[in-house]
């Protein structure tokens, strides 16, 4: 079949929207009309060259919602009509790290993921002859596109796509870096450093659970608004105040936070972030994905006196269980999504969305196809 979609051609250029061939879905596989995509970053970082598993012609996008138009020999958890939310972390139930029950991080598909193919070494997109890749598993760019079963999560049909689409990255992420990652506990202090489509999650999902002190830290002042919207009790801009920001955050925080949170994808910002916890249990979750290449320092005494450095990918969250119920969590009003939608966009503007996104203006961009 015919699908559009937005194509990276090549890094560092803008998307190109073109007609693309979809070969049907294989053996456990699934063929899913996409209604909406959000951008989040980690599209803007691939795109900029910046991911080393980065490769091109590509079609990017994993934030998406849809509808199954077709299922391959062997799936049984899905039929055409259901309602669902891709998965870039799937859930296959059978992996030693899914059995482990110590981690989201299942491992079945990871390895030809990240070669933007296929489980079966194959892309499913091709254009003018020549394969495209497959991105994060996802390609939600793409009006049509083709998945494992175990990389969908199915969802009740009276959500919204263009709100639900969001829980397919960075609603999960940010919430559930707070529930499942750092299970941060009523009346604690709390950091989230970067106060975008992931931190303003982070944060409301502090507030979901009783934090105390909610301080969020951007160099954008209009985040200020934004992250007061969603709890944020103390905002620190740190090319504002005098000294340094890690002794100021310790400051605010009677000796330094409870749990902090990276949302940045800064390493320099991820020191600050470790050094603000507080001595002997602090607690500091990165979430920010860093350029190729870069690494993270501090003293090993950061360590040695008790704080804790960790990371959270997908908000801790195994998809095809967790994620209709953070689906159930915004229908019932638990959690806000609405707000952060900034701008909705035709798939001929997608490139729109990421200049909105480099400019500071937009939380979340959502494409409608
Ligand atoms: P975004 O562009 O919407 O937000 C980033 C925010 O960080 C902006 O408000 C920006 O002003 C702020 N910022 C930049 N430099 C800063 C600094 N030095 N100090 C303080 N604030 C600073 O991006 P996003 O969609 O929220 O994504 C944030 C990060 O999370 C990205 O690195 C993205 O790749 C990553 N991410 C990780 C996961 C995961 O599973 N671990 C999932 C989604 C996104
Ligand atoms: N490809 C990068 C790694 C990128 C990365 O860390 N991705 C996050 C999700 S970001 C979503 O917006 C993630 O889930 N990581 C776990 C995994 O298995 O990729 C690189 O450095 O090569
Ligand atoms: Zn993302």
Redesign the pocket.
Known sequence: MKTRAAVAFEAKKPLEIVELDLEGPKAFEVLVEIMATGI???DA?TLDGLDSEGIFPSILGHEGAGIVREVGKGVTSLKPGDHVIPLYTPECRECKSCLSRKTNLCTSIRSTQGKGVMPDGSSRFSYKGQPVFHYMGCSTFSNFTVLPEIALAKIRQDAPFEKACYIG??VT?GVGAVTNSAKVEPGSNVVV???????LNVIQGARMVGADKIIG????ND?KSWGERFGMTDFVN?TEIDGDIVQHLVGLTDGGADYTFD????T??MRQALEACHRGWGVSTV???AEAGKEIATRPFQLVTGRVWQ?????GARGRTDVPKIVDWYMDGKIEIDPMITHVLSLEEINKGFDL?HE?KS?RSVVVF
């Open positions: 989040c970053h980690t970082y990255c960075g992420t450093f970067g106060l975008g489509g992931i931190g830290v951007d160099i954008n985040k740190p949302c940045t994808g800064n320099t910002v979430i920010g994905v990371g959270s990918a997908f908000g996104m500071g939380i």
